[in-house]
């Protein structure tokens, strides 16, 4: 059995990706034990992967200097096998420095330390946007002598949200988050003028074009555009469904993330911007249509590049994302 200590102190959708490593780990050998520092965000979702042993929580959100010296304490007290710095956060690679292990090895984009790389790891990786992210994991474990299997079930180690959600099937899932929606967002990403009106149009193309049900779903944020929409369409439905062109259209006002796994596991394709749930679609190989920003193909690349079951399209005005979809060989 070999001790790892893995650091993922950042996001959701970085965890789902790089499951790629930890998942690796686990398929070896049933006996591999695997801590995760965690967010106190995320760790509320990596909890429910039963491989992971234990979870360490990094909380920003408290006295910073209080929670990293009790952090430090708590693993100072562990003896590990394998340290990864797979967050490359600054935070991340100083703890390190504190804790036992017989191997320390850091994944590091924009800071490198070499003199303290020298003396405390034994090996550092560029985790470089001229690779993709999943190329980088690759090189990773083959440093540490793990075979990466051809597929990899992401899930095969979960335990799922009881389903509570029942649509009319085949449908697609549109997931409408603050991504998709001006001064929610980033400032320099190019919006699609959305209105209620405009949103409704579009989703009859989408019902054009792949003749199937919709399943709409939004973000945590409350946005307001999107409580426009619903107001205007279905403030009088019957359990927010609605009938277009011999099609039913629900809308969900609330759901969780892991909720939304469900919603994307039955669905047959995922329309998203980029995100945490497109990493959720390609883990279960579900055909996906994601909106990306022109202007940074590369850096978007380097999260989606190893997706096979993927369409991008630029963000851009609704009727130009609308034609762009129209326009693909998505059967």
Not at 136 to 145: A, E, M, R
Not at 171 to 179: A, G
Not at 285 to 299: C, F, G, M
Request: proline content about 1%.
């Amino acid at each position: 059995m070999a001790k790892f200590l893995i650091f993922r102190t950042d996001r959701i959708g970085d965890f789902i990706t790089s499951q790629v490593v930890t998942n690796s780990i686990s398929e070896i050998s049933i006996k591999n034990q695997i801590d995760i520092v965690a967010s106190k965000y995320n760790a509320e979702y990596i909890k429910h992967f039963k491989y992971i042993n234990k979870i360490y929580i990094f909380d920003k959100t408290g006295n910073k200097l209080l929670d990293y010296f009790n952090l430090i304490i708590q693993l100072r007290k562990k003896k590990y096998d394998y340290l990864i710095v797979l967050d490359g956060k600054r935070r991340s690679f100083l703890s390190g420095i504190f804790i036992s292990s017989r191997i320390k090895v850091c994944l590091l984009k924009d800071f490198y330390p070499k003199m303290l790389i020298q003396l405390f790891y034994n090996k550092y990786f560029k985790n470089s946007e001229t690779n993709i992210q999943f190329k980088n994991f690759q090189v990773l474990l083959n440093y540490l002598d793990i075979k990466t299997p051809q597929s990899i079930n992401y899930y095969k180690k979960y335990n799922f949200i009881k389903d509570k959600f029942k649509f009319p099937k085949p449908y697609i899932h549109l997931h409408l988050d603050e991504k998709w929606f001006e001064g929610y967002y980033f400032s320099d990403f190019d919006y699609m003028n959305l209105e209620s009106k405009n949103i409704y149009l579009f989703l009859k193309i989408l019902i054009k074009k792949f003749k199937t049900n919709v399943v709409i779903t939004q973000g945590f944020k409350k946005v307001e555009t999107i409580e426009n929409f619903k107001n205007q369409y279905f403030k009088n439905s019957k359990n927010f469904k609605i009938r277009v062109k011999s099609k039913t259209i629900t809308f969900i006002e609330k759901s969780s993330f892991r909720e939304l796994e469900n919603i994307v596991k039955n669905c047959n394709i995922l329309i998203c911007c980029e995100g945490a749930i497109s990493h959720v679609s390609n883990s279960f190989n579900k055909r996906t249509i994601s909106l990306i920003q022109k202007d940074r193909v590369d850096s978007t690349n380097f999260w989606i590049g190893h997706m096979k079951n993927i369409k991008t399209i630029h963000r851009d005005d609704i009727k130009k994302v609308s034609n762009d979809i129209l326009k693909l060989n998505f059967i």
